[in-house]
């Protein structure tokens, strides 16, 4: 498992390109029949991929989580953005296609991922933060999930968000996910900006075009950095930073939140105007 300390606004203003991409880009979140885990200190979020070919994994249970099993005291949220697959949650099965989610709650002892074909195989997108209290596990299907569509193509940022897990949805401790999806001929997401000093925020961009990138945004509004995402990248993003981003073409990213509170909506907006 990777480790990634905080790093303070002072900081970052003076960062160069590496020091922004070695700070808060996961260049490879999935690797063929491996977990792969990043754990941030920012809420202490663990930020992570599972990607079963041709043997089911099993999410490990790092030293430096001092923990007795992985879910001792955390909780999980998996998006699926591969093919079909299974998550087994202590014996309980949850079998999702692409944009499915599972929610698994703190006190399950063992986890495990497989796919249904290693020809096209699951991507499953991990995120879990600590929990205080327990939820019940849950799956959710791309079909059953609460929408919003937003913005427009005058703005170049017409997209549907999905929301997952919320106050709304599937119920967590403090854990909030979903994800967004830019239609054709728009680029643009969280714009305009904001920043939640109360939770940090990870992105996981999915479903950019070979060939195609992102440049997301990040920094204070008045001391914005950039970093080139590319397909299958994740983002680690501050509660004093802004997330924001254009592709090259459409793409999608799942967002994740974790911190003070539940409340998607709990968000301190810049306008355009005041962007350096």
């Known amino acids: 498992m990777d480790y990634r300390f905080e790093a303070s606004r002072k900081e970052v203003s ?16 999935f690797h063929a029949d491996q977990i792969q885990l990043t754990y941030t200190i920012y809420d202490r979020m663990i930020i992570g991929g599972a990607m079963p070919v041709l043997n089911t994994l099993h999410l490990p249970n790092p030293e430096k989580l001092r923990a007795n099993f992985f879910l001792e005291r955390r909780e999980l949220g998996i998006i ?7 998550v087994t949650a202590d014996g309980e099965q949850f079998t999702i296609d692409k944009l499915g989610a599972v929610y698994v709650g703190r006190g399950v002892k063992e986890v495990s991922f497989s796919s249904e074909s290693s020809d096209n195989p699951a991507q499953f997108y991990l995120l879990s933060s600590p929990a205080h209290a327990n939820y019940p596990n849950a799956k959710l299907d791309r079909e059953q999930v609460s929408t919003v569509v937003l913005g427009s193509l005058e703005t170049s ?7 997952y897990i919320h106050n709304e949805g599937i119920q967590s401790c403090q854990l909030v996910m979903g994800l967004t999806i830019l239609e054709p001929g728009s680029v643009w997401n969280t714009m305009p900006a904001h920043v939640h000093d109360r939770r940090m925020e990870a992105y996981l961009y999915f479903d950019v075009t070979p060939g195609h990138a992102v440049l997301h945004l990040m920094g204070e509004t008045t001391e914005t950095k ?51």
Do not use: C
Not at 14 to 29: H, M
Not at 244 to 267: H, L, P
């Open 14 to 29: 003076t960062f160069t390109n590496q020091e922004i991409r070695d700070n808060f880009l996961i260049e490879k979140i």
């Open 80 to 86: 699926n953005v591969g093919g079909k697959g299974t």
């Open 157 to 163: 940022n017409h997209r549907t968000i999905y929301k």
């Open 226 to 276: 950039h970093i080139w995402v590319h397909n299958h990248q994740a983002i680690i993003s501050p509660p004093w930073s802004i997330h924001s981003g254009a592709g090259t073409k459409n793409y999608s990213f799942i967002w994740g939140m974790a911190g003070e509170n539940k409340d998607y909506t709990d968000m301190d907006f810049a306008e355009i105007s005041e962007l350096r």
